[in-house]
């Protein structure tokens, strides 16, 4: 038999993977191994950095605008996780009842936000929300409500979930198409029996349907859940993190105390504790989502 040259050694066959592995040192683990030793030190980006310990991280328990920017990001998982995972299952179990023609074109239809760059999206929807001429306060005028046409993006109360809901409009089209490929997946006697033993079609989804898509629906909580806590571009392009910090979250925070204050130092510490918040919450959801007999339906 012919020997494939990957069958030799192990340090002969580092050669295939060197060029990968040099790229990854230099853009992925080298400024994270940086972002970790700036953040011990109080540096302006020009002079020699003063060492201060964890004395960046000790500030960060006091400060009271992080905190304001880690509850926001917690309000906006609502938007990014909570309603697209909601509305991507009824969304899903609609679609898979459809017929094939039908299924292809909503399908398309709800996943083309997915394909768009959020920051695209956040100068759109920007421009959507404009209070003098955009079409959003321009067509509830138009129809008798004009007393809640309202400057959306600078009102305290309102802007976090105008952000939000843009953020759950892009992720849902992509949870519902994660879940039809989780329901194809299913065996279909399963439903066949469940409707010969004359179960309804609310019965068949919650007890059949749901449990068999906790695969599917922990990636879908994993993805959505570091795209929250990773989230600057949609809100950076609608709000800048304002009114007032009104959406203010730790990656525009960390911006603005890095490229604007050159505190390049403590910027670095923000984002120590965002990527130890991605690793936390991304452990528990492995831990705590589990697919019931491995997620096997067949």
């Not at 960060?60 to 880690?70: G, I, K, Q, R």
């Not at 292809?104 to 999206?121: E, G, K, N, Q, S």
């Not at 952000?163 to 519902?176: L, Q």
């Not at 392009?237 to 525009?252: H, Q, S």
């Amino acid at each position: 038999m012919k020997r494939s040259p990957l069958d030799a050694n192990a340090s002969r066959n580092l050669i295939y993977i060197l060029p990968g592995l040099l790229v990854y040192l230099a853009l992925v683990l080298g400024p994270i191994i940086a972002a970790i030793g700036i953040s011990f030190t109080e540096w302006n980006g020009i002079g020699s950095p003063n060492w201060v310990g964890f004395g960046n991280y000790a500030k960060l328990l006091s400060d009271e605008t992080f905190y304001v920017a880690l509850k926001n990001n917690a309000l906006f998982m609502v938007f990014y996780c909570v309603i697209p995972i909601v509305v991507g299952l009824l969304l899903a179990a609609l679609v898979w009842s459809l017929r094939q023609r039908e299924q292809f074109a909503l399908r398309t239809l709800l996943f083309l936000p997915y394909i768009m760059p959020t920051a695209v999206l956040g100068i759109i929807w920007h421009w959507l929300y404009n209070p003098a001429f955009g079409p959003i306060n321009q067509a509830l005028k138009l129809v008798g409500l004009g007393s809640i046409a309202l400057p959306w993006l600078g009102d305290f109360t309102f802007v976090l979930p105008a952000v939000g809901i843009v953020a759950s409009w892009y992720f849902f089209g992509f949870c519902m198409v994660l879940f039809l490929s989780g329901i194809q997946r299913i065996d279909p006697s399963l439903f066949e029996a469940a409707r010969v033993d004359g179960a309804s079609g609310s019965r068949i989804f919650f007890f059949i349907t749901l449990p068999l898509l906790l695969p599917e629906i922990r990636i879908a909580l994993l993805l959505t859940i570091i795209a929250s806590i990773k989230s600057f571009d949609l809100i950076f392009t609608m709000t800048r993190g304002g009114p007032a910090n009104a959406t203010l979250v730790p990656n525009i925070y960390m911006y603005e105390l890095g490229f604007q204050l050159n505190r390049y130092g403590y910027a670095s510490a923000v984002a120590i504790i965002g990527a130890i918040l991605v690793f936390t919450i991304n452990y528990a959801v492995h831990r705590l989502v589990r697919p019931v007999n491995g997620g096997s339906a067949s």
